[in-house]
């Protein structure tokens, strides 16, 4: 993969973890360009950063022109598994972000392709979410992409994070300790987004990335 103007797609921007890889994405020198696609604007404006509004990530053929020509896409959208059945939860994790990356593959075969699935994520997993993400996994796996799976866990997001729930700012200073106590367990959204861009750029040895191997590539 080229060392400099790279071109990334990235959905999830209004997001906790979306927002904090597009933030670290901006600040990087390698960086040419960012296109955010998302269902509503993510209120991020920068010169690099360019955004399409897709209410139904389902009708991604829609923009098919539009993701054309790009080195990566850093898939950070997703929902929670809270009060969701397995059918509908895996339309959604699932059956989505397949479609997605179908067509994005198409358009930039032999690209990368990051995924953000999370810690635990097991597809012969007890829980329903871990199947899920898992089975996410195995999946995009089959494309003819260059595919990594995002395994964080605990995150902490910046200061000046939109996106970030309250309790992750008003804990700052037991996320830190749990980092020190716990380096496997935790991690940053900014380490997140360095992680996938040097996987991007210089390829990793792995498929599936666990905190302690995001922590090593940041």
Not at 75 to 82: E, H, K, R, T
Not at 106 to 116: E, K
Not at 161 to 169: E, L
Not at 192 to 212: D, F, H, P, Q, R
Request: aromatic fraction near 10%.
């Amino acid at each position: 993969m080229k060392d400099s103007g790279l071109k990334i797609i990235l959905t999830g921007a209004t997001g906790m973890v979306g927002e904090g890889v597009l933030r670290v994405c901006l600040e990087q020198p390698e960086v040419e360009k960012i296109l955010v696609v998302t269902r509503s604007p993510s209120g991020i404006y920068h010169e690099k950063l360019e955004e399409i509004i897709l209410k139904d990530f389902f009708h991604v053929e829609k923009i098919r022109s539009e993701i054309t020509g790009y080195d990566a896409c850093f898939f950070c959208a997703g929902i929670s598994a809270i009060g969701k059945k397995e059918e509908e939860y895996r339309r959604v994790t699932h059956d989505l972000t397949l479609q997605f990356a179908k067509i994005y593959s198409a358009q930039n075969p032999d690209a990368v392709f990051i995924y953000v699935s999370g810690a635990g994520t097991n597809p012969d997993g007890k829980l329903m979410w871990a199947r899920v993400k898992g089975k996410t996994e195995q999946d995009l796996q089959k494309l003819p992409l260059q595919v990594y799976n995002f395994r964080p866990a605990i995150m902490k997001p910046r200061k000046e994070a939109k996106q970030a729930p309250g309790f992750y700012q008003y804990s700052r200073w037991l996320h830190n300790l749990g980092q020190k106590l716990f380096p496997n367990a935790f991690s940053t959204t900014d380490e997140v987004g360095l992680a996938m861009l040097e996987a991007t750029m210089n390829g990793y040895s792995k498929t599936i990335l666990e905190v302690s191997d995001i922590s090593k590539l940041s």
